[in-house]
């Protein structure tokens, strides 16, 4: 151990070899290693709200609150209460959310819509997949999903090579 000019003692480690020398911890919070185990064996003990699996590993994936629904192609002056018309025909519609553009404040193109129950998400999927709304072909889709659900043609635009 070696004295530093204020009196304090610093430690310095051991070296034996590089695979046995002492790692030194630096920075905020380097004296607070025991807080620290302490708390990663609390994390470790907590239970978490999690979403139910029902052991399927591919297919739609129920939000925290509800089955979400992924529409693309919404047209740039539809308005929320035109889409809820639409799709509360196939079921009772808990949330819908339609993003802005924040520079011309018309819609972005897409829309969230959340259903109780999966059945309705799915019967709306289907009636609403390829439908005409506001003069535009919309696709929709599930919003989460456990992996792939299907093969689909890629909707990215190709280059022909010159």
């Given at each position: 151990?070696?004295?530093?000019?204020?009196?304090?003692?610093?430690?310095?480690?051991?070296?034996?070899?590089?695979?046995?020398?002492?790692?030194?911890?630096?920075?905020?919070?380097?004296?607070?290693?025991?807080?620290?185990?302490?708390?990663?064996?609390?994390?470790?003990?907590?239970?978490?709200?999690?979403?139910?699996?029902?052991?399927?590993s591919k297919g739609p994936a129920k939000s925290v609150e509800g089955w979400i629904v992924f529409?693309?192609?919404?047209?740039?002056?539809?308005?929320?209460?035109?889409?809820?018309?639409?799709?509360?025909?196939?079921?009772?519609i808990k949330n819908l959310n339609m993003p802005l553009d924040r520079r011309t404040g018309f819609?972005?193109?897409?829309?969230l819509v959340e259903y109780e129950k999966k059945d309705e998400a799915q019967k709306a999927i289907?009636?609403?997949?390829?439908?005409?709304?506001?003069?535009?072909?919309?696709?929709?889709?599930?919003?989460?999903?456990?992996?792939?659900?299907?093969?689909?043609?890629?909707?990215?635009?190709?280059?022909?090579?010159?």
């Amino acid at each position: 151990m070696a004295d530093s000019d204020d009196g304090m003692e610093e430690q310095q480690p051991e070296v034996k070899g590089k695979r046995d020398a002492v790692r030194r911890v630096k920075g905020r919070g380097a004296d607070d290693a025991a807080a620290m185990k302490d708390h990663e064996s609390r994390f470790q003990r907590e239970t978490f709200e999690q979403v139910e699996s029902d052991g399927v590993s591919k297919g739609p994936a129920k939000s925290v609150e509800g089955w979400i629904v992924f529409v693309m192609g919404v047209h740039e002056e539809a308005t929320e209460e035109d889409l809820y018309d639409k799709f509360s025909d196939f079921g009772e519609i808990k949330n819908l959310n339609m993003p802005l553009d924040r520079r011309t404040g018309f819609v972005k193109g897409y829309a969230l819509v959340e259903y109780e129950k999966k059945d309705e998400a799915q019967k709306a999927i289907e009636g609403m997949n390829g439908a005409t709304f506001m003069e535009q072909v919309i696709s929709v889709d599930w919003a989460f999903s456990r992996g792939p659900i299907k093969s689909k043609a890629s909707t990215r635009r190709r280059t022909d090579p010159a």
